[in-house]
């Protein structure tokens, strides 16, 4: 059934008719309420003018822009089926080995970290010097854990933690959600949560 539509507006007092139905009753409707087409417009509802709007729409929106794409420069990659080893370049794409004299020199020569006065921890100057060095390693050398003794034997001339201290202080953090537990071949090792150490990143 083709729908007609008829929009009345009287801007003064805002007033707006639309009427719908077929063209012969539209039309019988308007002049029975004395509207006339000089104040208003008529036009055909068609729902199959409506779908081929709809199909131009989806179709101007799949186009991509730019010119189309050119296969033939596009390099080839050709393997043998089996000859793909994921672990070829895995030594490249580690971090350097860490420097521990270096760091350890380097942590000789800070100042002793700041203690935040909102800090609940039963030991804030054993957790700040753990956050300190787990952001430098992270921030600056791109490791991202690393093992109690480790930590232990870089903080040894500013401090008196041995490593297992600082294995008791890694493991209240991990209880507190500040830093994550990883078991790796080599023993437990310990990465830092971003958002703890974000005070030392900026």
């Known amino acids: 059934m083709v729908k007609m539509r008829f929009s009345f507006r009287h801007e003064p007092n805002n007033i707006a008719t639309v009427i719908e139905g077929p063209e012969a009753w539209v039309k019988h409707f308007v002049e029975q309420i004395g509207l006339g087409l000089d104040c208003g417009w008529m036009m055909e509802m068609s729902q199959q003018g409506q779908k081929s709007k709809d199909e131009t729409t989806l179709e101007e929106s799949s ?3 730019g ?40 942590i000789s020569e800070m100042p002793e970290p700041e203690i935040p006065p909102d800090s609940i921890s039963n030991d804030p100057l054993t957790e700040e010097w753990l956050r300190l060095v787990l ?42 959600g500040k830093v994550d537990k990883i078991l790796t071949e080599r023993g437990e090792e310990y990465s830092p ?6 005070v030392y990143r900026e």
């Not at 296969?71 to 000859?83: D, L, N, T």
């Not at 992270?138 to 991202?144: A, D, L, Q, R």
């Not at 949560?193 to 974000?198: A, E, K, R, V």
């Open 67 to 106: 010119p189309p794409p050119d296969p033939s420069k596009i390099p080839a990659v050709i393997r043998e089926i089996g000859s793909f080893d994921p672990s070829e370049n895995l030594e490249s794409n580690k971090p350097p080995p860490l420097d521990e004299e270096e760091l350890r020199s380097f």
């Open 193 to 198: 949560s971003p958002s703890w150490i974000q």
């Open 135 to 176: 952001a430098i390693v992270v921030t600056e050398h791109g490791i991202s854990s690393m093992m109690p003794e480790t930590i232990a034997s870089i903080l040894s001339e500013r401090t008196s933690l041995d490593d297992i201290a600082v294995s008791i202080a890694l493991k209240r953090l991990w209880v507190a």
């Open 63 to 65: 186009l991509l822009p």
